[in-house]
């Protein structure tokens, strides 16, 4: 007899497998320096590795992954946070074969949350049913409380850097407020718009000498996306550039941090913080299950 492996028995329940969900949030601090066009691309990407992938819009006020993606919400994470609808039913279904948590465009509220209600938010990501291995965050820009409270109930904070001096410092002023505030320690670092191959390692290693001198931090470097037409191209046309333009040296270096994001350590239990799926990584039994047949 078939076994079903998305079904098994505990204590005499039955409940749908519940792995750990790797959740990776993508942040910069300064605006402009390409985390969405990393996020969208890094869950299209992740997901034509054959990953069950979700991407949420974590811009809550000025949302614009939709629209990255050509894509029109019916309903949004305003509707959920007015008690209109459950999470699971506004998210949407990209070409590309991953699941969007739209946010919404235009409302100062939501860019106005209170620590309560972020908090009531990630915690509302347990109750969704589907399958889902990898949550990609994109973060707003700055340090707004939104951008805080995502980065800390991730298990992975991925910051993006530009041969900007705004984006170096307003990266540094990111990482020192999560490290000193929130006890988040471990960064990956990618190095985006890069123009010359070798450039993004070597921005890196100043960015890194600066930030571990005066903080107490550990940072990855994860790899650099070069400027690229074909990737402005795909931005105009609604379109992943790693789905659009498969051999363009942008989808190149995307799908090679695709690959690498795919082989970092998902976390065997909770940190003693809120965190994205902390219910999945809580339940993981410790005693046998056997197959209900």
């Not at 959740?23 to 869950?43: C, D, F, H, M």
């Not at 409302?107 to 106005?112: G, K, Y």
Request: aromatic share 6%; charged share 20%.
């Amino acid at each position: 007899m078939a076994v079903d492996k998305a079904s098994v028995k505990l204590d005499g329940v039955v409940r749908a497998s519940n792995s750990p969900v790797q959740v990776i949030a993508v942040t910069g601090g300064k605006g402009g320096v390409g985390k969405t066009t990393i996020a969208v691309n890094l869950a299209a990407a992740l997901a034509g590795r054959g990953k069950q992938v979700m991407l949420l819009d974590g811009d809550l006020g000025l949302a614009n992954v939709d629209v990255f993606l050509g894509l029109t919400p019916r309903l949004t994470l305003a509707d959920v946070l007015a008690g209109n609808c459950s999470l699971e039913e506004i998210l949407l279904d990209a070409p590309q074969g991953f699941k969007v948590v739209p946010a919404a465009s235009g409302i100062t509220q939501l860019a106005e949350l209170d620590t309560l209600t972020h908090l009531g938010l990630v915690r509302a990501f347990g109750d969704i049913t589907a399958k889902i291995d990898v949550m990609v965050i994109d973060t707003a820009p700055g340090i707004a409380g939104s951008v805080l409270q995502f980065s800390q109930a991730a298990q992975q904070v991925l910051v993006v850097l530009c041969d900007e001096p705004a984006s170096l410092t307003d990266a540094y002023a990111l990482i020192k407020i999560l490290s000193r505030d929130h006890g988040v320690k471990q960064f990956r670092v990618v190095v985006n718009q890069v123009r010359g191959r070798g450039m993004g390692q070597a921005l890196f290693q100043r960015f890194e000498r600066v930030a571990t001198r005066f903080l107490s931090v550990d940072l990855d470097y994860v790899g650099e996306i070069p400027e690229d037409a074909f990737l402005r191209r795909s931005i105009r046309e609604q379109r992943p550039v790693v789905s659009a333009y498969p051999s363009a040296p942008a989808s190149v270096a995307l799908k090679t941090l695709a690959q690498r994001a795919d082989n970092w350590p998902v976390a065997d239990g909770p940190r003693g913080n809120v965190e994205f799926f902390v219910e999945r990584l809580i339940r993981r039994p410790a005693v046998r299950l056997e197959v209900v047949r």
